[in-house]
T-cell receptor
Framework: EDQVTQSPEALRLQEGESSSLNCSYT??????LFWYRQDPGKGPEFLFT???AGEEKEKERLKATLTKKESFLHITAPKPEDSATYLC????????FGSGTRLQVQP | KAGVTQTPRYLIKTRGQQVTLSCSPI?????VSWYQQTPGQGLQFLFE???????NKGNFPGRFSGRQFSNSRSEMNVSTLELGDSALYLC??????????????FGNGTRLTVT
């Protein structure tokens, strides 16, 4: 059975304080690992897809990396508008989501 | 370009009733997937439709069903509602099916409350 575990459950940062979110996965035949951002009252918003170990993708203050067992979402110099829940998901057809990391960035 | 539209946004139903939720995908997207989101279980896959055919199904009871129309719009139906069906139901569209790893683009969901 596919499993996705995200840590920490919640993270509070000061504006400008860089950090990383972790996504550990157990899946046979990974087709892709996805990162999403979800704001309260809204649906998840697509951020990145990673396909193979060693791959990295960047978007503004976010960088996602992938190894054979986990993915990291690095947030550099975060701003209050980066506050959201960040979800990772693995794909073998349908997506299996982790429970998310609630990020709060204080000014 | 308009995003995924789900209607209604909020719904309150009584146990035992049935409900139909609607989803209009992004123009040009032919695949529609449905997910249930609850605080306890997180996001769970319900089913996926492509070209009016169900291509994949999650581990939900038969009370949960769906369909897709020729214009790619989709509906989801839940019969004999139970209290545990209270959740945010999210629809997502994509260019290809899950097998192609096309990113999902989600709507803002329908919040269903069963009393």
């Amino acid at each position: 059975e596919d499993q996705v575990t995200q840590s920490p459950e919640a993270l509070r940062l000061q504006e400008g304080e860089s950090s990383s979110l972790n996504c550990s996965y157990t899946v046979s035949g990974l087709r892709g690992l996805f990162w999403y951002r979800q704001d309260p009252g809204k649906g998840p918003e697509f951020l990145f897809t990673l396909y193979s170990a060693g791959e990295e993708k960047e978007k503004e203050r976010l960088k996602a990396t992938l190894t054979k067992k986990e993915s990291f979402l690095h947030i550099t110099a975060p701003k209050p508008e980066d506050s959201a829940t960040y979800l990772c998901a693995v794909s073998r057809g349908a997506l299996t989501f982790g429970s998310g990391t609630r990020l709060q960035v204080q000014p | 370009k308009a995003g995924v539209t789900q209607t209604p946004r909020y719904l309150i139903k009584t146990r035992g009733q049935q409900v139909t939720l609607s989803c209009s995908p992004i123009s040009g997207h032919r695949s529609v997937s449905w997910y249930q989101q609850t605080p306890g279980q997180g996001l769970q896959f319900l089913f996926e439709y492509f070209s009016e055919t169900q291509r994949n199904k999650g581990n939900f009871p038969g009370r949960f069903s769906g369909r897709q129309f020729s214009n790619s719009r989709s509906e989801m139906n839940v019969s004999t509602l139970e209290l545990g069906d209270s959740a945010l139901y999210l629809c997502a569209s994509s260019l290809g099916t899950g097998a192609t790893n096309s990113p999902l683009h989600f709507g803002n969901g329908t919040r269903l409350t069963v009393t």
